[in-house]
C-alpha cells in the first residue's frame, strides 16, 4: 500500500468530507513553490499551503536557522523561563507593528484569537467597567475553536454548534458601494456604550471567499471604535506579513488597532505560532498585585524556540529587497492579468488586494460544498495545480519565492478552466 492507501485507513482529514474525498495525496517533498507527490508528479502550490507557506517550501535557509535551534534548545516552558529566540521575535515584531508594545505568544491563529477576545473582555473587567458585547462582521472567519467560532459568521462550519456559541453582534460586510450601511451599522451599535471590542479581518476577508473592502472603510470603523472607546481586535492571521501590500493591511490606515493577531505567515509556513500583540494600555489593564487581574491564559507550546527561530529566519528573507522586489512583482502581474480577464462572461466579479488576486465565477450554486467546487478542485489538480477554490471563488495566494514563468503558467491554467466552463465542459 501506498502513503494515500494507508492514510484512508487510519486519517481523518480537516474540512473535508471524508467519504466523497476517500484519498488525500501524498507529498513526499517540497521544492520553492513545488509539492512532489508519492507519484513524482510535481503541483504548483498557488494558495501557499493555506495561506501559510510565504517563501515557498524546502527553504534552506529557514531550515538551518531551525536546525541549529533545535540542537542549541528546541523548547523550554515560558512561565517563569525566557529565551532569546523568543524575545528577538517580540522585539522584531513590536518594531515593525504599529504602535504595539506587548507580545503573548501562542501556536495557531484560532488560539490567537482567542487571547485576543479574553484580553478585551477582561480589559473591561479589570477597568471596574465590565463591558461584554463584542461586533464582528458577517461573513468573518476567526477560527475554529468555540470563542473563535462565535466571532466567525455562522455558517455551514458552525452550524451544529450554533446555541452553544457566545452572543456576539454582527454588522453587514461592507459590499462595494454599500460600505455606508455597514459603517453606520458599527455606529449604532457602538452607541449603546456595553462594546467591549470589535473584530475585523482588516481589507480581506478570506475564509469567505477572498471578499475585500476598502481601506477608507477600515478607517472609519476604527476611529468609530476610538471614538466610542471599544476596543479594536485587528486579525491579521492571514493578512499578516506582507500579504495585501503592505507589511499588516492595518499598515493602510492612520487608526491603530489595540490588539493584532498573527499565525500563518508567521513562521513562512514551516513550525506553528502564534502571537497576539497589544498596547500599553491594554498590558496595564493586567499590571496588579492583585492575581485576579492576570491573564489565566497559556499553551503547552507558548512560545516554542524553534518555531520562534523559524519565524525570525522568515522574517529575514521578508524584510530583504528581494522580497520586496517579488511582492512587487506578483502584485503587478496580478494586475495586468485582471486586466485581460476584465468583462469575461464567465466572471462575476475579479478583486486583488496586493498579492491576493480572486477570481469570482458566475454560478448558479455558490454553497462551499457545491459541485462545481469540487469540479473546479479537481481540474486544477489534473493540472498538477494547487488551486483550492472557496466555493465558486478561485484565488491564487502564492508563495513570494514564485517566478513569473510560474505565476504566467498559474494564470494559464485559470485561462483554461475558463474555457472549460465556457464550453460547458466541466460539469
Ligand atoms: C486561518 C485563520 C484563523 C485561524 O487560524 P488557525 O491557525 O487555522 O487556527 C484566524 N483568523 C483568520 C483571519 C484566518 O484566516
Do not use: K
Given at each position: 500500500m501506498n502513503i494515500s492507501q494507508r492514510d484512508s485507513k487510519i486519517m481523518w482529514h480537516p474540512y473535508t468530507p471524508m467519504k466523497a474525498w476517500p484519498e488525500a495525496i501524498a507529498m513526499v517533498r517540497g521544492e520553492g513553490v513545488y509539492l512532489v507527490d508519492e507519484q513524482g508528479n510535481r503541483y504548483v502550490d498557488a494558495i501557499s499551503s493555506w495561506w501559510v507557506c510565504l517563501h515557498g517550501h524546502g527553504n534552506k535557509y529557514i531550515a538551518q536557522k531551525v536546525a541549529e535551534q533545535m540542537t542549541t534548545m528546541e523548547h523550554c516552558m515560558f512561565a517563569g523561563f525566557t529565551h532569546e529566540p523568543a524575545v528577538r521575535l517580540g522585539e522584531r515584531l513590536l518594531h515593525i507593528l504599529p504602535d504595539m508594545s506587548r507580545i503573548f505568544y501562542s501556536d495557531n491563529g484560532s488560539t490567537a484569537v482567542e487571547v485576543a477576545m479574553k484580553m478585551a473582555i477582561q480589559y473591561w473587567r479589570n477597568k471596574g467597567m465590565p463591558r461584554k458585547r463584542i461586533v464582528a462582521i458577517e461573513g468573518a472567519y476567526h477560527g475554529d475553536t468555540f470563542g473563535a467560532m462565535a466571532v466567525s459568521g455562522r455558517s455551514v462550519f458552525t452550524e451544529a454548534f450554533t446555541e452553544l456559541l457566545f452572543d456576539v453582534t454582527f454588522i453587514p460586510f461592507p459590499e462595494r458601494g454599500n460600505e455606508a450601511a455597514s459603517i453606520s451599522a458599527l455606529d449604532a451599535v457602538l452607541a449603546a456604550g456595553d462594546v467591549a471590542a470589535f473584530i475585523a479581518e482588516p481589507l480581506v476577508q478570506g475564509s469567505a471567499g477572498m471578499r475585500m473592502y476598502d481601506a477608507a472603510t477600515l478607517e472609519r470603523y476604527f476611529a468609530l471604535c476610538k471614538r466610542y472607546g471599544a476596543l479594536i481586535i485587528d486579525d491579521?492571521?492571514?493578512?499578516?506579513?506582507?500579504?495585501?501590500?503592505?507589511?499588516?493591511?492595518?499598515?493602510?490606515?492612520s487608526t491603530r488597532p489595540d490588539i493584532i493577531c498573527l499565525s500563518k505567515g508567521i513562521t513562512g509556513g514551516v513550525m506553528p505560532l502564534g502571537v497576539t500583540a497589544t498596547t500599553a494600555e491594554v498590558f496595564d489593564a493586567f499590571?496588579?498585585?492583585?492575581?485576579?487581574?492576570?491573564l489565566y491564559h497559556g499553551h503547552?507550546?507558548?512560545?516554542n524556540a524553534t518555531a520562534c527561530a523559524a519565524s525570525l529566519a522568515s522574517m529575514d528573507l521578508l524584510l530583504h529587497e528581494d522580497c520586496t522586489t517579488a511582492r512587487r512583482m506578483i502584485v503587478e502581474a496580478h494586475a495586468a492579468f485582471a486586466v485581460t480577464l476584465?468583462?469575461?462572461?464567465?466572471?462575476?466579479d475579479i478583486r486583488q488586494a496586493g498579492t491576493i488576486l480572486a477570481i469570482e465565477l458566475r454560478a448558479d450554486t455558490t454553497t462551499y460544498h457545491s459541485a462545481l467546487r469540487d469540479a473546479i478542485y479537481r481540474f486544477f489538480i489534473g493540472k498538477k495545480m494547487i488551486l483550492r477554490p472557496l466555493g465558486n471563488v478561485v484565488y491564487i495566494l502564492p508563495p513570494y519565492c514564485i517566478t513569473k514563468e510560474e505565476l504566467a503558467h498559474v494564470y494559464t491554467c485559470i485561462q483554461e478552466l475558463l474555457t472549460a466552463l465556457e464550453n460547458g465542459m466541466l460539469l
Open positions: 491579521e492571521v492571514m493578512t499578516g506579513f506582507g500579504r495585501t501590500g503592505t507589511l499588516f493591511a492595518c499598515d493602510q490606515v499590571y496588579d498585585d492583585d492575581r485576579s487581574r492576570m503547552s507550546f507558548t512560545a476584465a468583462g469575461h462572461g464567465m466572471i462575476a
